[in-house]
């Protein structure tokens, strides 16, 4: 007979009789891959932010924020914290106007798709290549180092 569980972290149902699980919580069952890969990326919001706001750190604000963004940009909280870590981290904005939130996620979440689409194109193309084919050897001429430049090869399409 079939014992039919929905996954604790995927919401997918599968039958537990058939495929390997754990139990996630007393009486919540979960694909045993899907525990081993689960990240808690609501837990990485809440250390990211705490450690950039400080005092002015608020962890209900921040979680109704995480449901409010959630539902109404239909997002998961891995992209909220990649959101916030392109913004703080990577462009290194100022904290002097999150209040102790994240308001500023639903902002800016079409900027880091952008980017991210843009880092995972630039990835793709960039996957076979090697950088030595580009920048060439260099050479230590009395203490310092100078790179031995490659000759660009003319494409005669650019030349107009």
């Known amino acids: 007979m079939a ?3 929905k996954c604790y972290f995927c919401g997918k149902v599968f039958d537990a009789d058939k495929e390997e699980y754990i139990m996630a919580t007393a009486r919540r069952y979960a694909h045993k891959s899907c525990a081993e890969n689960y990240v808690d990326y609501k837990g990485k919001i809440h250390s990211l932010m705490k ?3 400080g005092v002015e750190y608020s962890a209900s604000r921040i979680e109704s924020q995480i449901k409010r963004i959630k539902d109404q940009e239909k997002t ?6 990649k959101t ?3 913004w703080y981290n990577i462009l290194n904005n100022s904290t002097e106007k999150a209040n102790g939130g ?3 996620v639903p902002f800016i979440l079409g900027q880091y798709r952008k980017w991210a ?4 194109s630039n990835s793709r193309i960039n996957k ?8 060439g050897e260099t050479i230590i001429v009395e203490g310092r180092i100078e790179p031995i430049k490659k000759p660009r090869h ?5 030349l107009s």
């Open 51 to 53: 450690g950039l706001l």
């Open 102 to 104: 994240i308001g500023i």
């Open 128 to 135: 076979n290549k090697k950088i030595s084919d580009y920048v």
């Open 84 to 86: 916030l870590d392109y």
């Open 154 to 158: 003319v494409k005669y399409y650019e």
């Open 3 to 5: 014992h039919w569980v």
């Open 76 to 81: 998961t909280e891995e992209e909220i914290y």
């Open 117 to 120: 689409a843009d880092q995972e």
